[in-house]
């Protein structure tokens, strides 16, 4: 799957995890004028997550960081394409270890 993780500013924290319970299907956050669909947490109780390409207020995908799928580019959530975090949100079990490296 073609993701993008934290930027230097906010980098992905690296270590091994495990999917938590927590998970949803749309969420969006005022401050940094972002949201995503299909959200799974993996540490911290929703504070990191694996979820789609950004969304803006008005719930459409932000084209330009789409784009970005590949590099560098999230508050160090992992970004997936639509269809990835789609997957990722109704079959990855709780449990689930993760090694971010």
Request: proline content about 6%; charged content about 15%.
């Amino acid at each position: 799957m073609i993701c993008s993780t934290g930027k230097p500013s906010s980098p992905t924290p690296k270590g091994t995890y495990h999917i938590q319970a927590e998970r949803g299907r749309t969420f969006y956050n005022a401050a940094s004028g972002e949201g995503a669909n299909y959200w799974v947490s993996w540490l911290d109780h929703g504070v990191y997550l694996f979820h789609s390409v950004p969304i803006n207020r008005k719930g459409q995908y932000i084209a330009s960081e789409a784009e970005k799928l590949g590099t560098p580019a999230s508050h160090g959530c992992v970004r997936l394409t639509v269809a990835d975090a789609y997957w990722m949100y109704k079959n990855i079990p709780y449990g689930t270890k993760v090694v971010i490296r």
